[in-house]
Protein backbone atom coordinates (compact mmCIF):
# COMPACT_ATOMS: atom_id res chain seq x y z
CA UNK A 1 0.00 0.00 0.00
CA UNK A 2 1.24 3.78 -1.11
CA UNK A 3 1.16 5.85 2.39
CA UNK A 4 3.22 8.38 4.29
CA UNK A 5 2.63 8.25 8.05
CA UNK A 6 3.42 11.48 10.20
CA UNK A 7 4.51 11.51 13.62
CA UNK A 8 6.25 13.83 16.57
CA UNK A 9 3.13 16.34 16.96
CA UNK A 10 3.42 17.50 20.49
CA UNK A 11 2.42 20.88 22.62
CA UNK A 12 5.51 23.08 22.75
CA UNK A 13 6.15 26.11 24.73
CA UNK A 14 6.96 29.33 21.74
CA UNK A 15 10.65 29.49 21.33
CA UNK A 16 10.82 25.59 21.60
CA UNK A 17 11.76 22.75 18.98
CA UNK A 18 10.28 20.17 17.71
CA UNK A 19 10.93 16.95 15.20
CA UNK A 20 8.42 15.58 12.55
CA UNK A 21 8.48 12.53 10.86
CA UNK A 22 7.37 10.97 7.93
CA UNK A 23 8.07 7.80 7.33
CA UNK A 24 6.95 6.61 3.45
CA UNK A 25 5.77 3.33 1.92
CA UNK A 26 4.79 1.62 -1.17
CA UNK A 27 6.15 4.12 -3.49
CA UNK A 28 10.15 4.44 -4.67
CA UNK A 29 10.91 6.64 -1.83
CA UNK A 30 15.08 7.09 -2.64
CA UNK A 31 13.39 8.82 -6.32
CA UNK A 32 10.93 10.83 -4.56
CA UNK A 33 10.50 14.61 -3.56
CA UNK A 34 9.03 15.19 -0.69
CA UNK A 35 6.84 17.79 1.06
CA UNK A 36 5.29 19.41 4.26
CA UNK A 37 2.38 21.24 3.91
CA UNK A 38 0.65 22.93 7.36
CA UNK A 39 -3.20 23.49 7.92
CA UNK A 40 -4.06 25.84 10.92
CA UNK A 41 -7.00 25.83 12.88
CA UNK A 42 -10.07 26.64 10.76
CA UNK A 43 -7.62 27.63 7.94
CA UNK A 44 -6.57 27.04 4.31
CA UNK A 45 -3.13 24.68 3.26
CA UNK A 46 0.03 26.56 2.87
CA UNK A 47 3.23 25.25 1.84
CA UNK A 48 6.15 24.77 4.24
CA UNK A 49 8.91 23.45 2.16
CA UNK A 50 10.04 20.50 0.11
CA UNK A 51 13.43 18.34 -0.48
CA UNK A 52 14.08 16.82 -3.61
CA UNK A 53 15.75 13.47 -4.40
CA UNK A 54 19.93 12.75 -3.99
CA UNK A 55 19.76 12.44 -7.99
CA UNK A 56 19.08 16.06 -7.66
CA UNK A 57 21.07 17.36 -4.93
CA UNK A 58 18.67 16.04 -2.01
CA UNK A 59 17.78 20.40 -1.82
CA UNK A 60 15.40 22.09 0.10
CA UNK A 61 13.64 25.19 -0.35
CA UNK A 62 11.13 26.84 1.92
CA UNK A 63 8.09 28.93 2.56
CA UNK A 64 9.31 32.88 3.71
CA UNK A 65 7.70 32.57 7.25
CA UNK A 66 9.23 29.22 8.07
CA UNK A 67 13.00 30.25 6.40
CA UNK A 68 15.57 30.01 8.37
CA UNK A 69 13.61 28.23 11.47
CA UNK A 70 12.84 24.88 10.08
CA UNK A 71 15.11 22.23 7.81
CA UNK A 72 13.76 19.23 6.35
CA UNK A 73 15.83 16.19 5.85
CA UNK A 74 16.22 12.55 4.52
CA UNK A 75 17.39 9.28 5.62
CA UNK A 76 16.94 7.26 1.95
CA UNK A 77 18.08 3.98 4.45
CA UNK A 78 14.80 4.08 6.22
CA UNK A 79 12.14 5.54 4.00
CA UNK A 80 11.70 8.54 6.01
CA UNK A 81 11.93 12.24 5.77
CA UNK A 82 12.15 15.00 8.91
CA UNK A 83 10.86 18.47 9.54
CA UNK A 84 12.88 20.23 12.64
CA UNK A 85 11.09 23.17 13.56
CA UNK A 86 13.28 25.52 15.73
CA UNK A 87 12.16 28.65 17.38
CA UNK A 88 8.56 27.62 16.99
CA UNK A 89 5.81 30.65 17.28
CA UNK A 90 2.06 30.26 18.16
CA UNK A 91 1.41 31.29 14.89
CA UNK A 92 2.99 27.33 13.58
CA UNK A 93 0.31 25.74 15.58
CA UNK A 94 -1.09 23.74 12.64
CA UNK A 95 -1.80 20.01 11.34
CA UNK A 96 1.52 19.17 9.24
CA UNK A 97 0.71 17.18 6.40
CA UNK A 98 3.48 15.34 4.68
CA UNK A 99 2.92 14.26 1.66
CA UNK A 100 5.05 12.86 -1.92
CA UNK A 101 5.43 15.31 -3.98
CA UNK A 102 5.05 13.78 -7.86
CA UNK A 103 6.19 15.94 -10.48
CA UNK A 104 4.39 19.01 -9.63
CA UNK A 105 1.57 17.74 -7.26
CA UNK A 106 1.34 15.94 -3.99
CA UNK A 107 0.19 12.50 -5.01
CA UNK A 108 0.16 10.63 -1.86
CA UNK A 109 -1.50 12.46 2.29
CA UNK A 110 -0.67 10.93 5.06
CA UNK A 111 -3.23 12.06 7.83
CA UNK A 112 -0.93 14.92 9.88
CA UNK A 113 0.37 15.29 13.00
CA UNK A 114 -0.48 18.10 14.99
CA UNK A 115 1.50 20.46 16.60
CA UNK A 116 0.26 23.06 19.29
CA UNK A 117 2.61 26.21 20.22
CA UNK A 118 1.28 27.64 23.25
CA UNK A 119 2.58 28.91 26.99
CA UNK B 1 5.22 34.95 -5.94
CA UNK B 2 2.20 33.30 -7.87
CA UNK B 3 -0.80 34.48 -6.17
CA UNK B 4 -3.89 31.78 -6.54
CA UNK B 5 -7.64 33.54 -5.49
CA UNK B 6 -10.35 30.81 -5.41
CA UNK B 7 -14.20 32.15 -5.60
CA UNK B 8 -16.68 31.89 -4.47
CA UNK B 9 -15.70 31.53 -1.51
CA UNK B 10 -18.77 28.89 -0.53
CA UNK B 11 -20.98 27.44 -3.00
CA UNK B 12 -24.34 26.12 -1.66
CA UNK B 13 -26.33 23.66 -4.06
CA UNK B 14 -28.55 20.79 -4.15
CA UNK B 15 -27.94 17.63 -4.87
CA UNK B 16 -28.00 16.53 -9.11
CA UNK B 17 -26.98 20.50 -9.46
CA UNK B 18 -23.50 21.34 -11.23
CA UNK B 19 -20.76 23.03 -9.37
CA UNK B 20 -18.25 25.48 -11.28
CA UNK B 21 -15.37 26.44 -9.24
CA UNK B 22 -12.90 29.05 -10.45
CA UNK B 23 -9.29 29.51 -9.67
CA UNK B 24 -7.65 32.62 -10.78
CA UNK B 25 -3.67 32.93 -10.82
CA UNK B 26 -1.38 35.94 -10.42
CA UNK B 27 0.92 34.89 -13.19
CA UNK B 28 0.34 32.45 -16.27
CA UNK B 29 0.58 28.77 -14.84
CA UNK B 30 1.49 25.87 -17.26
CA UNK B 31 -1.07 23.89 -17.77
CA UNK B 32 1.01 20.85 -16.07
CA UNK B 33 1.65 23.14 -12.95
CA UNK B 34 -1.75 23.45 -11.67
CA UNK B 35 -3.64 20.48 -9.40
CA UNK B 36 -7.12 20.55 -7.24
CA UNK B 37 -7.19 18.99 -4.09
CA UNK B 38 -10.50 17.75 -2.24
CA UNK B 39 -10.47 17.92 1.61
CA UNK B 40 -13.93 16.24 3.55
CA UNK B 41 -14.12 17.51 6.93
CA UNK B 42 -12.07 16.09 9.07
CA UNK B 43 -9.53 14.27 6.67
CA UNK B 44 -6.52 15.43 5.21
CA UNK B 45 -6.60 17.08 1.79
CA UNK B 46 -6.48 13.85 -1.45
CA UNK B 47 -5.54 14.67 -5.29
CA UNK B 48 -7.92 15.35 -7.42
CA UNK B 49 -7.06 16.41 -10.53
CA UNK B 50 -3.51 17.36 -11.74
CA UNK B 51 -2.01 19.15 -14.92
CA UNK B 52 -5.35 20.98 -14.98
CA UNK B 53 -7.49 18.44 -16.46
CA UNK B 54 -6.19 14.47 -15.62
CA UNK B 55 -8.74 12.91 -13.03
CA UNK B 56 -6.26 11.43 -10.31
CA UNK B 57 -7.04 7.36 -9.46
CA UNK B 58 -10.46 6.40 -8.74
CA UNK B 59 -11.70 9.95 -9.36
CA UNK B 60 -15.29 9.40 -10.47
CA UNK B 61 -15.87 11.19 -13.86
CA UNK B 62 -17.95 13.73 -12.62
CA UNK B 63 -15.57 15.63 -11.49
CA UNK B 64 -13.70 17.56 -14.43
CA UNK B 65 -10.80 20.58 -14.52
CA UNK B 66 -9.90 22.91 -17.77
CA UNK B 67 -8.41 25.93 -18.05
CA UNK B 68 -5.41 27.38 -18.96
CA UNK B 69 -2.83 31.04 -18.48
CA UNK B 70 -4.26 32.47 -15.39
CA UNK B 71 -7.73 30.94 -15.43
CA UNK B 72 -8.76 27.55 -14.68
CA UNK B 73 -12.29 26.01 -13.39
CA UNK B 74 -13.10 22.77 -11.56
CA UNK B 75 -16.49 21.47 -12.43
CA UNK B 76 -18.57 18.91 -10.57
CA UNK B 77 -21.07 17.44 -13.17
CA UNK B 78 -24.30 16.52 -10.83
CA UNK B 79 -23.79 17.03 -7.26
CA UNK B 80 -23.43 14.62 -4.80
CA UNK B 81 -24.05 14.21 -0.99
CA UNK B 82 -20.39 13.14 -0.36
CA UNK B 83 -18.87 16.09 -2.60
CA UNK B 84 -19.22 18.26 0.88
CA UNK B 85 -15.83 19.30 0.89
CA UNK B 86 -13.50 22.25 0.58
CA UNK B 87 -11.84 22.37 -2.63
CA UNK B 88 -8.43 23.71 -3.12
CA UNK B 89 -6.01 24.81 -6.14
CA UNK B 90 -2.24 24.40 -6.50
CA UNK B 91 0.52 25.53 -8.32
CA UNK B 92 4.19 24.46 -8.45
CA UNK B 93 6.74 26.38 -10.56
CA UNK B 94 10.38 25.72 -10.83
CA UNK B 95 11.10 28.51 -7.95
CA UNK B 96 9.80 28.41 -4.44
CA UNK B 97 7.36 28.73 -3.23
CA UNK B 98 4.53 26.27 -4.65
CA UNK B 99 1.34 28.29 -3.73
CA UNK B 100 -2.51 26.84 -2.73
CA UNK B 101 -5.23 29.24 -3.33
CA UNK B 102 -7.55 29.78 -0.60
CA UNK B 103 -10.27 27.12 -1.35
CA UNK B 104 -13.66 27.01 -1.99
CA UNK B 105 -16.01 25.09 0.38
CA UNK B 106 -18.78 23.31 -0.92
CA UNK B 107 -22.11 22.80 1.27
CA UNK B 108 -25.00 20.88 -0.09
CA UNK B 109 -28.35 21.67 0.57
Known amino acids: EVQVVESGGDLVKPGGSLRLSCAASGFPFKAAWMTWVRQAPGKGLEWVGL??????????DYAAPVKGRFSISRDDSKNTVYLQMNSLRTEDTAVYYCAWLYYHYMDVWGKGTTVTVSS | EIVLTQSPGTLSLSPGERATLSCRASQTVSRTDLAWYQQKPGQAPSLLIY???NRAAGIPDRFSGSGSGTDFTLTISRLEPEDLAVYYCQQYVDSPPLTFGGGTKVEIK
Open chain 2, 51 to 53: GAS
Open chain 1, 51 to 60: IKDESNGGTT
